[in-house]
C-alpha cells in the first residue's frame, strides 16, 4: 500500500489549475466577430443613455436641492 501512494505523482497545482483553465475554455461557444461588435455597439448605446439619465437626474437634484437651501 505505501508503495502505490509513493508511486502515484503529485500534480502541480499551478499546472493542474492551467490546465483545467485551458480544458473550460475550449467548452465555451466563442461569439462570432460580428456579434462581438454588435454586442460591444449596444453597451457602448446603453452607456451612453444611462449616463444622459443620470446627469439629467443629477441636475435636477442640484437645482431642486437649490430651491431649498436658498
Request: glycine share 8%.
Amino acid at each position: 500500500m505505501a508503495e502505490k501512494a509513493k508511486s502515484k505523482k503529485k500534480t502541480n497545482p499551478v499546472q493542474l489549475y492551467f490546465r483545467e483553465t485551458i480544458g473550460e475554455l475550449k467548452k465555451v461557444s466563442w461569439p462570432t466577430r460580428r456579434e462581438a461588435l454588435q454586442l460591444t455597439g449596444l453597451v457602448i448605446v446603453v452607456m451612453f443613455v444611462v449616463g444622459i439619465i443620470l446627469g439629467v437626474t443629477d441636475a435636477g437634484a442640484h437645482a431642486l436641492l437649490g430651491l431649498f437651501l436658498s
